[in-house]
């Protein structure tokens, strides 16, 4: 099992760069991939960005793809979502996620964080 915790959410102006982070616990957190979905007040929680547990390859939803990076760090046990030319389109909870496999899926990732807001303003 693998807890995960994020943080760096917060009120950002549009343009603007924020930087996720979410610091797994447990010493397989190397093992999994790990996921960004985001949920907006009334909407679908959706894929924003997934890594393999390497690292060596990730893949970002067209949205985002241009202005967001996923990374990792796997001795820190860290999973990061740089985030930059904010939109407000781009508001919403922002939930880190591990899993076994990599998927674009919700359904696909077993383990949560508890999410972290980010509102961009216009």
């Known amino acids: 099992q693998v807890q995960l915790v994020e943080s760096g959410g917060g009120l950002v102006q549009a343009g603007g760069s924020v930087r996720l982070s979410c610091e797994g616990s447990?010493?397989?957190?190397?093992?999994?991939?790990m996921g960004w979905f985001r949920q907006a007040p009334g909407k679908e929680r959706e894929f924003v960005a997934a890594?393999?547990?390497?690292?060596?390859?990730?893949y970002s939803t067209a949205s985002v793809k241009a202005r967001f990076t996923i990374s990792r760090d796997n001795v820190k046990n860290t999973l990061y979502l740089q985030m930059n030319t904010l939109k407000p389109e781009d508001t919403a909870v922002y939930y880190c996620?591990?899993?076994?496999?990599?998927?674009?899926?919700?359904?696909?990732?077993?383990?949560w964080g508890q999410g972290t807001q980010v509102t961009v303003s216009s």
């Open positions: 447990g010493r397989t957190f190397s093992s999994y991939t």
């Open positions: 996620t591990a899993g076994n496999v990599f998927s674009i899926r919700a359904r696909d990732y077993a383990y």
């Open positions: 890594i393999y547990s390497s690292g060596t390859s990730a």
